[in-house]
């Protein structure tokens, strides 16, 4: 089998356990996420040795979705964040790839900030922090509809 169909067949489990388990499992898996990661670490397996690496852990990361839809065991769940955190990490910071949301949070913060030296000089900190969150999320929404426009998200 090469990769291209093991990806297939990646995607096809995951898509079976997303289809057994409760949303909040979903969530607390970020199944959605893994999925992306794994056609992403796809895309780049000709051309980066590391996301090889991240591909032959796939297996055991899968597994251990498994394990934990049917044992909700934290420390299968802890292991699983770890292996996920390294290939978003590599993702970033090797393929130049941001996560979703991305630039909301980030404007998110930096509006809020802003907000309260407004809300200061308006001597009304909680409308000026509405107005900052208000303006750094409309900011940042039109950044992140930009980069999954350009294929920058994961
Ligand atoms: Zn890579």
Do not use: P, W
Request: positive net charge.
């Amino acid at each position: 089998m090469d990769n291209r169909d093991k990806i297939k067949v990646y995607i096809k489990e995951i898509s079976e356990i997303k289809g057994k388990s409760s949303s909040k499992i979903i969530k607390v898996l970020k199944l959605e996420l893994l999925e992306r990661c794994l056609k992403r670490i796809g895309q780049f397996l000709e051309t980066c040795d590391e996301c090889n690496i991240y591909f032959q852990e796939i297996d055991d990361i899968i597994s251990k979705v498994n394990e934990y839809v049917e044992k909700s065991d934290k420390n299968t769940l802890k292991e699983y964040r770890y292996q996920m955190k390294g290939i978003v990490e590599h993702l970033k910071k090797k393929h130049g790839l941001i996560d979703e949301g991305h630039y909301v949070s980030q404007y998110m913060t930096i509006g809020m900030t802003i907000g309260v030296s407004i809300g200061i000089t308006m001597d009304n900190i909680a409308i000026g922090i509405s107005l900052g969150i208000a303006v750094g999320v409309a900011i940042g929404s039109s950044y992140d509809a930009k980069a999954k426009k350009e294929g920058r998200v994961i």
